[in-house]
């Protein structure tokens, strides 16, 4: 009995790991993890990740197209396909975090613009990542603002969210 019901919760938590998650659930992670520019955030997780249907989406729970760090901090469990593998999706958002603070910690005064320069000639393999990602942004400004349980889209200096 104790080895059926280990067998049925080491089931549940890999079904878990591999579910695809929904726009509003990465997009309330990169809040609550405190992510500088969580709007390109998300737009980058959708287009690196195909709406988080990709094989490396799904297999690897990698929403970001991220690749083995060979210095930084990660949360990377090891790789498959030439990417990263994460426990689980929000592992990936959370290594997309200290991704991101090993970049600010170099550029502490890094602006909204520069951090899409910079992803662009950096991040980036294809051409037009940032008319691509700006499209994207577009596209998922107001998607749920009529759910009156989150405030609408805000700016500031540096960064931009989004209601979902």
Do not use: C
């Not at 993890?33 to 737009?43: G, M, N, Q, R, T």
């Not at 297999?59 to 396909?81: D, E, H, S």
């Not at 592992?91 to 613009?113: C, F, G, I, N």
């Not at 499209?135 to 998607?143: A, E, R, S, V």
């Amino acid at each position: 009995m104790k080895k059926l019901l280990l067998l049925l919760l080491l089931a549940t938590t890999m079904f878990a790991s591999a579910r695809t998650p929904s726009q509003r659930e990465v997009y309330e992670e990169l809040l609550r993890l405190d992510v500088k520019f969580p709007d390109i955030v998300f737009a980058q997780a959708i287009l690196e990740s195909g709406h988080f249907i990709s094989k490396i989406a799904k297999q690897n729970n990698n929403l970001f197209g991220m690749r083995m760090p060979k210095v930084r901090k990660t949360t990377a469990i090891g790789q498959r396909y030439g990417y990263a593998r994460y426990h689980n999706w929000k592992e990936s958002v959370k290594d997309y975090k200290l991704w991101q603070e090993a970049l600010l910690k170099k550029y502490p005064s890094m602006t909204r613009s520069q951090y899409k320069s910079y992803i662009d000639r950096t991040y980036s393999t294809g051409k037009n990542y940032i008319s691509k990602i700006n499209l994207i942004i577009q596209k998922n400004k107001n998607k749920y603002e009529e759910d009156s349980t989150y405030a609408s889209a805000y700016r500031t200096n540096d960064s931009v969210r989004i209601s979902l």
